[in-house]
């Protein structure tokens, strides 16, 4: 899905992590901007560091803060590297799948056509098909859809079909496209209800195309699963979507050129990563997001009603979680950690001022971020206010931080001052959070 390119080089407000302070900038147009940015970031190298008590927090913090910025034991440890072996795609004799009642499908698409809408089909084998099904119908596995690095799209969700349920199928070697997924939900998404339940969805894009796990549409379900190793997302949902809840799935390894794991694939001034959403009413929970080459969770354009809850969002290149031009999102429950080290707004291969938080929202209105324990991430938790003509409002305001616990990696330091801007004035609060190993509270000159 085809979104409008970020504009990320007009910066003039922002808000960070590692220390604290708050300013006046002015933009390269001439427009004076009252600049507020407030978070966590790591210190400048080569700069004395001079701890001061900072004047715009509100409450001391009331929660024990971690001391290390090592994961937690309850956490599990980084995933080993996809397996990159893929069986030739062949045909295979279908039979009824283990456990699923209903109509064998030996054809594909002949089979769908040939049975009434709210027929489930009982999948196996291995096959390069493109299926367009019906309203109500169900296509089950085991099985896999293999495109053979020849096929655009494994499953089609045509306009007007409702209510389809996706299951235990493996989804490989699709071509995709930008933002485009081997399960495809064409501009404007207008097939509704639609449940993708424990899929496998992999490979998709080859070395000339980017590609998507899975474009999703209006009151889309994505249950378990596991969405990997595409050349740009695994999941993205674009303007018009609504209504989407992803539970339960695991988001790793993609945009990256190849199995290495090495290079970037596609833009990450566009979309990449996790999961990239222009969408309204999205819920993301209980989903492990980690190893993307971008952004592990990026909503834009004017998305709003994220929930973003208790997700474990780690070591991805970009920051962990980044709300862009965006109102009304919950950031709550999250473990946030390893993030933003390779970021793109940086040369691509270190930590950026400003950028690269666990948690970052840029131009982004009326959030509440809490109860979230972000550590060892290159800033902690950040805002940024750039001139956004595209966001409605697209301004950093109306925010609340409160109750997070924030660590920095081992030697860094903190300092915090206040050189006299008034953080009310967008209403930005930053209370109850624990600091700790290297993070401070800071306002602007961080």
């Not at 496998?200 to 596991?226: K, M, P």
């Not at 971020?369 to 805002?383: A, P």
Request: aromatic letters at 6%.
């Amino acid at each position: 899905m085809k979104r409008l390119h970020t504009v990320w080089f007009i910066a003039i407000l922002f808000l960070v992590a590692a220390t604290g302070s708050v300013a006046v900038a002015r933009t390269t147009h001439g427009t004076t901007w009252r600049t507020v940015r407030v978070a966590l970031r790591r210190a400048p190298k080569h700069t004395t560091v001079t701890t001061l008590a900072p004047t715009t927090t509100s409450d001391a913090p009331t929660t024990t803060t971690p001391t290390t910025a090592s994961p937690p034991t309850t956490v599990p440890p980084r995933e080993t590297t996809p397996t990159t072996a893929i069986p030739t795609p062949t045909t295979t004799p279908t039979v009824v799948a283990t456990g699923c009642k209903g109509t064998p499908m030996p054809s594909g698409q002949a089979d769908i056509d040939a049975n009434p809408q709210g027929t489930t089909f009982c999948m196996s084998g291995t096959h390069n098909w493109t299926l367009t099904p019906k309203s109500g119908d169900t296509l089950a596995g085991p099985a896999t859809l293999d495109g053979a690095n020849s096929a655009s799209y494994a499953v089609v969700a045509a306009s007007g079909v409702n209510n389809v349920t996706l299951s235990g199928l493996e989804i490989r070697n699709y071509i995709g496209g930008n933002a485009i997924g081997a399960i495809h939900a064409p501009d404007p998404p207008s097939s509704t209800g639609w449940t993708l339940d424990d899929l496998q969805v992999h490979d998709i894009g080859n070395g000339t195309t980017s590609g998507a796990g899975a474009e999703l549409g209006v009151g889309w379900h994505v249950v378990g699963g596991r969405y990997f190793n595409t050349r740009q997302e695994g999941l993205t949902a674009g303007s018009g979507a609504h209504d989407i809840v992803v539970d339960s799935a695991e988001l790793d390894h993609n945009n990256f050129t190849n199995d290495a794991y090495t290079t970037r694939s596609h833009s990450c001034g566009d979309e990449a990563g996790g999961f990239k959403l222009v969408a309204d009413n999205v819920t993301i929970k209980n989903t492990s997001v980690h190893d993307n080459a971008c952004k592990g969770l990026w909503t834009d354009i004017n998305s709003n009603g994220t929930v973003i809850t208790n997700n474990l969002v780690y070591n991805n290149w970009d920051e962990g979680i980044f709300l862009e031009i965006s109102s009304n999102a919950t950031v709550s429950g999250n473990t946030v950690y390893g993030n933003g080290w390779h970021n793109y707004n940086g040369d691509g291969s270190g930590c950026p001022w400003l950028f690269g938080g666990g948690i970052s929202l840029n131009s982004s209105d009326h959030a509440n971020v809490y109860n979230n324990s972000v550590y060892g991430n290159c800033n902690g938790i950040t805002g940024v206010q750039q001139d956004r003509p595209d966001g409605s409002p697209g301004l950093l305001e109306n925010v609340a931080v409160h109750d997070n616990l924030v660590a920095g990696p081992a030697g860094v330091t903190g300092a915090a001052e206040d050189n006299g801007a008034n953080l009310t004035s967008r209403s930005i609060t930053f209370s109850k959070d624990g600091f700790s190993n290297g993070m401070d509270f800071c306002a602007l000159s961080c």
